[in-house]
């Protein structure tokens, strides 16, 4: 990057305002540095206006060094900025600004990582660096309390572990100051979560700090919970539910030392952790940890990275990893559950049964519920009544005016899209014709909860979806609820499969397990046969449990291998359709997607970068199901070299942004896309 002065010059050009001094946290300004020779430190200032987004000069008291987020003066205005170089010489004719005060130290390596993040990912430090250096507002008298912590008393250490969990805490802990990166591999039951535990301990011991990532926390607050359990105010907590006033605080707790274990969602990543030695990143399938707005991050990506900067361990967990991790990391394995035997897997047929979404084995296991006492998970990864009204005359599928996609009937009797939110009144004729024919396509978890208040009345329903946990806690409280009930059924989206662990479930059901694999996206298969996997592991961990698995297409790999427990059999054969087709882990991906007003624009702008990745492996350009109103298009390119054709990419939209812009059209590049 090219270094811009902040100063002024001898003719009297302004280049930025001049303060009178700077001051570290505490100290005053209103004095200049006498009496010794100047520093001069490389600021990044954290603004929106693009014109700004470069390298300034800044005049720095003994002290600040890289990574220091200082307060500095744009012209009339003051801004926040980043140190990232010091010793930078002062530039000839103009007098050097100072900066005016120090806001924040953050590790210099965070800053490396925020700079490498901006060129790998085809964005930009102005966009990187406040991932490191979020503003956060200070603190009012009438916020809220700092986040409360659940079972502080502590949690007992286990008096024994097994042999593969001791052999995966010794590997772990003997390569802390080192660094390197693990799989760690196990059903679920398996006691991962034990050893990020002692992982974590061990790096305590030895004056190392830790990052414990997690998909979304408020789906997996027993995890927190034994981790808050565990360390007890030695632990931090970040996502994206919490208050200004408690993400603050949960800042300066670890920024201060004060805590250095944290745990939390994606962007925790970039907790200011002194001395990091430990990254534990949990349930490392889940798509949760690619971030879809700019910059378009992957956290275990970052992880790994943030790993080899500071010489940390990184361990990636799961039941049902990814083929990338299986196939690129040193695998510690295990084994089978600590209590118990997985539950035996039983596929029916849909073709076969008139029952629909309660075939008749699966109501049978309800009601034995019902009758015997215990706990039932049913997963239908539809919200609403239906996902679909289609008229039985005309055959008119009612859709949204905005997107490519049907409406979804919901209990309050209107059709909603969840891509755009569009909302109608459900009609009592067909639009199209007049036909009073219309039908109600397939089940949502809506219908679910009213067929099983029919069919199955002794057992509590227990809702959980996005229609049910927009407000804070909701989450937390329905899992409560289900734990402390008997005789209960929790039923909802693929957020019933995270990770939990109920005692006394004596059923997991996947209703439809056909909804992910028709979809256009060589990740189908994956997710369907994780999808399974982890809620059949949700059954049975400390008492015998069956499993129900709900399909058209009972051949399919994804269920075949599933209804086996096969992980390893599935990943074999994934791997190797991989590796024919030229997809991850075998290569990267990138892609672009151009969306605008009209259906031609998106492909014809694609077209054009297409003739300038030439000797690119590309796919396309195709078009996309229209979102929002906007026709899209997309284009992927198969690569060794991310960065290089991300970046020609990135040159080829930028030279002809007049001409989108005159044109209506948007473009976005991702690299390693997670969702096609």
């Not at 396509?441 to 909860?449: C, H, N, R, S, W």
């Not at 989206?493 to 005692?503: I, P």
Request: glycine residues 10%; proline residues 7%.
């Amino acid at each position: 990057m090219q270094a811009v002065r902040a100063g002024q010059d001898r003719s009297g050009a302004w280049h930025q305002t001049c303060s009178v001094g700077a001051r570290l946290p505490g100290q005053l300004a209103g004095r200049q540095y006498a009496g010794r020779v100047p520093r001069y430190a490389s600021v990044y200032p954290l603004v929106p206006a693009r014109a700004l987004a470069r390298i300034f000069t800044y005049e720095v008291p003994d002290g600040v060094q890289k990574g220091a987020v200082v307060e500095v003066r744009f012209a009339r205005s003051k801004a926040r900025g980043v140190v990232v170089d010091v010793n930078g010489k002062a530039p000839e004719g103009i007098e050097v600004a100072s900066i005016e005060r120090v806001v924040e130290e953050l590790p210099p390596a965070l800053i490396d990582l925020a700079l490498w993040l901006a060129e790998y990912y085809g964005s930009t430090p102005g966009r990187t660096l406040p991932l490191v250096a979020p503003r956060v507002r200070k603190r009012r008298k009438d916020s809220p309390a700092p986040l409360l912590r659940e079972g502080l008393a502590g949690e007992p250490v286990p008096e024994r572990l097994t042999d593969e969990q001791r052999a995966a805490v010794e590997r772990l802990t003997g390569a802390l100051g080192s660094g390197g990166n693990f799989l760690l591999y196990g059903v679920t039951g398996s006691g991962k979560t034990e050893v990020y535990l002692q992982a974590c301990a061990a790096a305590l011991a030895r004056g190392l700090g830790a990052i414990v990532l997690v998909p979304e926390i408020a789906l997996t607050p027993q995890a927190a919970g034994r981790f808050a359990a565990r360390f007890g105010d030695g632990l931090a907590i970040l996502h994206s539910g919490l208050t200004d006033a408690e993400r603050r605080d949960e800042r300066g707790r670890i920024a201060r030392g004060e805590a250095r274990i944290v745990v939390g969602a994606r962007s925790a990543i970039f907790a200011p952790v002194r001395d990091l030695g430990l990254i534990c990143v949990d349930e490392e399938q889940e798509a949760s940890y690619k971030q879809e707005s700019d910059p378009r991050y992957d956290a275990r990506t970052v992880a790994a990275k943030r790993a080899a900067l500071e010489r940390a361990v990184a361990v990636y967990g799961s039941a049902t990893p990814r083929p990338e991790s299986w196939e690129r990391l040193e695998r510690l394995d295990l084994g089978g559950r600590l209590v118990g035997e997985l539950p035996p897997v039983r596929v029916v047929d849909l073709r076969r049964e008139a029952g629909y979404p309660l075939s008749a084995p699966l109501l049978a296991e309800l009601q034995r519920v019902a009758e015997q006492g215990g706990k039932a998970i049913l997963l239908l990864n539809r919200r609403g009544i239906a996902p679909a009204l289609h008229c039985r005359a005309c055959g008119t599928t009612l859709r949204c005016p905005n997107c490519d996609v049907a409406l979804v009937l919901h209990r309050d009797d209107r059709l909603h899209c969840h891509h755009c939110g569009h909302t109608a009144p459900s009609p009592d004729a067909c639009p199209a014709c007049a036909s009073p024919e219309l039908a109600r396509i397939g089940a949502g978890t809506e219908k679910l909860e009213r067929e099983l208040a029919e069919r199955v009345p002794g057992l509590e329903r227990i809702r959980l979806d996005a229609d049910v946990v927009d407000e804070r806690g909701a989450v937390t409280d329905a899992l409560r609820h289900f734990a402390a009930t008997d005789r209960a059924v929790l039923l909802g989206t693929q957020m019933v499969a995270k990770g939990h662990h109920f005692a006394d479930v004596a059923l997991a059901a996947v209703v439809d397990a056909d909804s992910q694999l028709s979809l256009p996206d060589f990740r189908a298969e994956e997710r369907t046969f994780q999808l399974l996997t982890q809620l059949a592991g949700r059954s049975g961990r400390d008492a015998p449990g069956r499993v129900i698995v709900q399909t058209f297409q009972p051949d399919a790999r994804a269920v075949a291998y599933a209804a086996r427990h096969d992980v390893a059999g599935f990943l074999a054969g994934e791997l190797e359709r991989r590796r024919d087709l030229g997809y991850p882990p075998f290569r990267h991906l990138v892609r672009v997607v151009v969306a605008g007003p009209d259906p031609d624009a998106p492909l014809t702008a694609l077209r054009e970068v297409a003739a300038g990745l030439e000797g690119a492996d590309l796919l396309g350009p195709a078009p996309l199901l229209r979102l929002r109103g906007r026709h899209r298009a997309q284009l992927i390119a198969k690569t060794d070299e991310p960065r290089r054709v991300a970046s020609r990419a990135g040159r080829l939209l930028a030279a002809g942004a007049p001409a989108m812009r005159r044109a209506g059209l948007t473009a976005v590049v991702d690299v390693d896309p997670q969702s096609l």
